[in-house]
């Protein structure tokens, strides 16, 4: 199951109507939790794994939090679900982002060449947000040490991984304009086709504003958006 960046936002969109069992049920698993080894089952159920990266996120403890998804990510690697195989793929990348994301919070190398590891032999298909969002922070990573070729590489498959998410095509124009790459328009085209607001952001971003022979070919080719779609 690989959720698109447009599939998450129009679930962000919806309201929650809480069950109305929900309050029962989460007294009955608080109760039966105390069990040690029920407890020790949960701390490393898939939810129970996502609680205590959240945890250590919200308390500033980014290490913990990523040794904490990367523990998950080793565990579930090869581990299918009886009941809910389909969701395995999901479940998998998404432990993936939120350790991608805590990392991105540290300057700890090792923990991030883990994460890459763990993602290039991740679970197919590499589609889905969770597989867009890992590879464009690898990129990223590796943008900020100069290593340029792998961070464009790295954008590539986060731009093939998610079709409806136009940030990955956006840092591909950036990076070819930044490195001189050539290229550019192509990239930033593609960003304004996967999501029409990217021309706005476009127009408006410093690096671009040093091009304006690109603006000036993008806005007569996308004309019907330059007015609308701003943030």
Not at 38 to 46: A, D, H, R, T, W
Request: include cysteine; aromatic fraction near 12%; glycine fraction near 6%.
């Amino acid at each position: 199951m690989s959720l698109k960046r447009r599939d998450i936002e129009r679930i962000e969109q919806e309201p929650f109507n809480e069950p109305p069992f929900t309050k029962f049920f989460v007294g009955m698993l608080r109760l039966i939790s105390k069990a040690p080894i029920i407890s020790k089952y949960l701390n490393e159920s898939i939810g129970g794994i996502n609680g205590r990266i959240f945890r250590h996120q919200r308390n500033k403890e980014y290490k913990e939090a990523t040794e904490v998804a990367l523990f998950g990510l080793e565990k579930y690697r090869h581990k299918k679900s009886l009941f809910l195989s389909f969701m395995d793929h999901h479940h998998w990348w998404q432990l993936m982002k939120h350790g991608v994301d805590s990392a991105s919070n540290t300057d700890n190398a090792d923990l991030k060449d883990q994460l890459i590891k763990y993602a290039v032999t991740g679970i197919e298909p590499f589609e889905g947000y969770d597989v867009a969002h890992s590879y464009l922070e690898f990129s990223k990573w590796k943008y900020k040490v100069k290593d340029h070729e792998t961070a464009k590489t790295y954008a590539k498959l986060a731009s093939r991984a998610d079709s409806t998410w136009a940030e990955p095509d956006f840092i591909l124009g950036w990076y070819a304009l930044v490195l001189g790459t050539g290229h550019a328009e192509a990239h930033l085209s593609h960003a304004i086709e996967k999501d029409q607001r990217s021309l706005f952001r476009i127009v408006n971003n410093d690096i671009c504003k040093q091009h304006p022979d690109i603006i000036g070919k993008l806005k007569a080719k996308y004309s019907k958006v330059s007015s609308e779609n701003k943030p």
